[in-house]
């Protein structure tokens, strides 16, 4: 297993999977969530309206349509609340679920936006280390050793607490 962390803008990425951080609706928002939904095309929002929402920490996958990406798989992060809410379980779960629901469809690569640090308020470091290590643990023991991690960090500041957490649990 990689992990490659990276700035820029997830949409742009060839890769067999991207996470979207979704609202619960799945019907579209703003952020990275808006920025898939306007680089896909409206027959994502068509698919995604059949799913009927998702739960946070849970996830669903559809079609990547115009992406370059074959697949999304639309993840609900939590919303930060102080953090004694159960966030940080509910992030984790998010990273997990993805990568367990990319390697069940035989993707060999997924991208991560970081989940939750935008609107929803998580603060950014707690939620790059709760990313770092999730994604070690649940690839651990994996037959393919060629499966492709990659963290997309919008903001130069992002970039740099993924290479100081990777520096910690790697
Ligand atoms: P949430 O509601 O889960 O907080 P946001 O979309 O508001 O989701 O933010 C999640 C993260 O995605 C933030 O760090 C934000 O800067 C980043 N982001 C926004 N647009 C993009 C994009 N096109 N590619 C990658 N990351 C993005």
């Known amino acids: ?3 490659k962390v990276l ?12 996470v979207n951080a979704a609202n619960s609706s799945l019907l579209g928002g703003g952020g990275v969530d808006g920025a898939i939904h306007r ?8 698919e995604c309206r059949e799913l009927h929402g998702c739960k946070t920490g849970q996830c669903k996958m559809t079609k990547g349509y115009n992406l370059p990406a ?8 939590p919303v930060w609340n102080g953090g004694t809410d159960g966030e940080a379980e509910l992030l984790s779960c998010c990273y997990r679920n993805s990568i ?7 993707c060999k690569s997924i991208a991560f936006p970081a989940i939750s640090t935008g609107i929803y308020g998580y603060p950014k470091e707690q939620a790059a280390e709760i990313a ?3 994604i070690i643990d649940s690839t651990k023991g994996q037959a393919d050793s060629d499966f492709e991690v990659w963290l997309v960090a ?17």
Do not use: P, W
């Open 1 to 3: 297993m990689h992990i």
């Open 7 to 18: 700035q820029g803008d997830i949409t742009k990425l060839h890769v067999d999977a991207i």
């Open 39 to 46: 680089a896909a095309g409206k027959e994502l929002l068509e």
């Open 70 to 77: 074959k697949y999304v798989i639309h993840t609900v992060g």
């Open 100 to 106: 367990q629901c990319a390697i069940e469809h035989e």
């Open 132 to 134: 770092i290590s999730t």
């Open 154 to 170: 919008f903001d130069e500041e992002t970039e740099r607490l993924y290479h100081n957490a990777m520096l910690q649990y790697s």
